[in-house]
């Protein structure tokens, strides 16, 4: 097809292409660099995260399960839980930031970024797996009954168990073992283990179930008319400190507790707090 514009035009238009094209070249050239110096601003932030991190740890627990983390007089979180995270803090070089915060709200504080990881007696359950990453173990938990001296319950007969009202704390694995294991059960769930304990001291409900040494620690220090019913419940409980899923703290976490194992001091706080090895 033949031209018909003027060869001015022509160059012209020929001018305007050009033009145009050095137009977009740079603007794409801006939105390149923009983009690099977005994503560089990011791996910044996320080093600056990353370093603050490394100097506080941000650590939750529930302060109300005793020996291994409770609130005393004062105030001030204690327990095992309590001093096994500032060993791992100071087995890490940074410093510790503790708080309580109620169970059923400790995953999903976690997850919300409220602290960055939890130290609370908290059982590795598949369903917990599928919100957190654990660490490796830091202590294998056993259930125990307890009930009056004077009571005829008796765990080792599942009639006993399904015909009696038995108080647990609520989201436990003692709660869910026994949902679990005698679905027919009267289970009475507390918010908290002090709550169940108030109850069966009480005599509202029949029996209990707990963890065995929250519920040796209640009877050593409570009251001497309860005592443990039956043999302890074996269930390979392992207990072990919740982060947020894929966060590297979990290996950070794995090399401190292995350290504090290797050089004394966890078997130092275990000694502290459990008369029961």
């Not at 890490?92 to 960055?116: H, R, T």
């Not at 957190?132 to 168990?161: C, G, M, Q, R």
């Not at 399904?162 to 709660?175: D, F, G, N, V, W």
């Not at 309860?226 to 090399?255: P, T």
Request: a negative charge.
């Amino acid at each position: 097809m033949v031209n018909s514009l003027p060869a001015g035009a022509q160059f012209k238009k020929s001018r305007l292409l050009k033009g145009t094209a050095t137009v977009m070249a740079t603007l794409s050239l801006s939105l390149l660099l923009s983009g690099c110096n977005n994503q560089q601003t990011e791996a910044d932030d996320k080093a600056a995260d990353a370093q603050e991190e490394r100097k506080v740890l941000r650590i939750a627990t529930e302060g109300a399960y005793a020996p291994f983390n409770y609130t005393d007089a004062e105030g001030n979180l204690q327990g095992f839980d309590v001093d096994i995270a500032n060993a791992l803090c100071e087995q890490m070089k940074v410093s510790c930031e503790i708080q309580a915060q109620d169970w059923e709200g400790i995953i999903p504080g976690l997850k919300a970024k409220k602290y960055d990881a939890i130290v609370a007696a908290m059982s590795v359950t598949p369903e917990r797996s599928q919100q957190v990453d654990f660490t490796d173990p830091y202590f294998t938990n056993a259930l125990v009954f307890i009930a009056s001296k004077d009571s005829t319950f008796d765990p080792s007969h599942s009639d006993n168990i399904t015909s009696s009202k038995i108080a647990a704390q609520r989201s436990t694995i003692s709660s869910q073992w026994l949902e679990s294991t005698y679905p027919k059960a009267n289970m009475q769930l507390y918010d908290t283990l002090n709550n169940a304990f108030l109850d069966l001291e009480s005599n509202r409900v029949d029996a209990m179930i707990s963890d065995k040494l929250p519920a040796i620690e209640w009877l050593s220090k409570n009251n001497s008319q309860f005592e443990v019913k039956g043999a302890d419940i074996e269930i390979d409980d392992n207990f072990a400190i919740a982060v947020r899923k894929q966060d590297a703290l979990k290996d950070q976490l794995n090399e401190a507790l292995a350290a504090i194992k290797a050089n004394g001091t966890y078997d130092q706080i275990k000694d502290k707090h459990f008369s029961i090895k």
